[in-house]
């Protein structure tokens, strides 16, 4: 709380760029190609702080098009580099310079996938209940955090995530056919769910 309130200010030094700030988590967006940091430079050495450079990574966004003609892209404070990177994790989403959002799915069937694969492991140790509670519980806070953010994630990473879905309801009903152990559970799909939340 110390630390956020030492920096609350930080917003009101920073020009030509929006500034989103959460707990000791900080990003600068800038929609042009003029990107100085000369302003935070001095609030940070008038604030005696310093910027930690190995942790601090730089993202240019657009189609695939315009980044292929970004050749030169540099950003330095203080005489340091800024790494660029293609994939950026902030708040638990996983940004890609193209917004495909596909490593993002990938990564929630990545983590969401094992965990139906333990519901998989204990089911026979279970009720039809308590498997649904499990589901709930640990699998579907995954596959919905923060959808509202990527629900535009495509076709094919929404197939996926359905595919997934499908194949945790057969596992907690027991039942081989997708359509019937979803009509039995009664989950909706996930596109739906995602919409609602939007």
Known sequence: MLFVMYVNDLANVVRNCSILMYADDTVLFFANPDISLSLMETWLRNNCLFLNTSITESMVFGSHARLARVCEFNITINGCAIERVTEFRYLGILFDECITWKSHVESILSKAGKRVGML????NDLTPYCANIVYVSFVRPILEYCDT???C????NAKNLEKLLRRAARIVTRISDCDGAMEMMKWPPLQSRRDKNV
């Open 120 to 123: 998989g492991r204990i089911r």
């Open 149 to 151: 953010v990527w629900n």
């Open 153 to 156: 994630c495509g076709s094919q």
